[in-house]
């Protein structure tokens, strides 16, 4: 961000227990704000204290916000790779049911294939 622009931007809070749902929740605020690196941000911060179980599907979240991030930037080669890594990774958490009940994977899965 230019240091001199004027726009308010809203921080994302540095916590090491944030909880799932409440995760979910921010993540997906912040996608819906235009704001994927907050998002991404929130998702990392999750999967830092996850259970090991879960640690894909957050990983996989980050990544799908980090894509996005990628694509408003202009990176079109880097958007594609981290949408195609998150999708592994969530596509292996489904398998292993990994993925708690609040997150919407589909969403996520369909979002991440017009990203590849």
Not at 13 to 42: C, K, M, N, T
Not at 45 to 55: I, L, S, V, Y
Request: proline share 5%; charged share 30%; hydrophobic share 35%.
């Amino acid at each position: 961000m230019d240091h001199g622009d004027s726009r308010a931007f809203p921080t994302v809070p540095d916590r090491s227990d944030l909880a799932g749902p409440q995760a979910w929740v921010e993540g997906i605020e912040y996608v819906a704000q235009g704001l994927p690196f907050h998002a991404h941000e929130v998702f990392e911060q999750r999967w830092k204290c996850c259970p090991e179980t879960e640690r894909d599907c957050w990983q996989a979240l980050a990544q799908w916000g980090a894509a996005i991030t990628q694509r408003e930037r202009g990176n079109s080669v880097g958007q594609q790779r981290l949408a195609e890594r998150a999708r592994e990774r969530l596509i292996r958490a489904q398998r292993e049911s990994a993925i708690p009940d609040y997150v919407d994977a589909q969403r996520v899965l369909d979002e991440l294939a017009q990203l590849t």
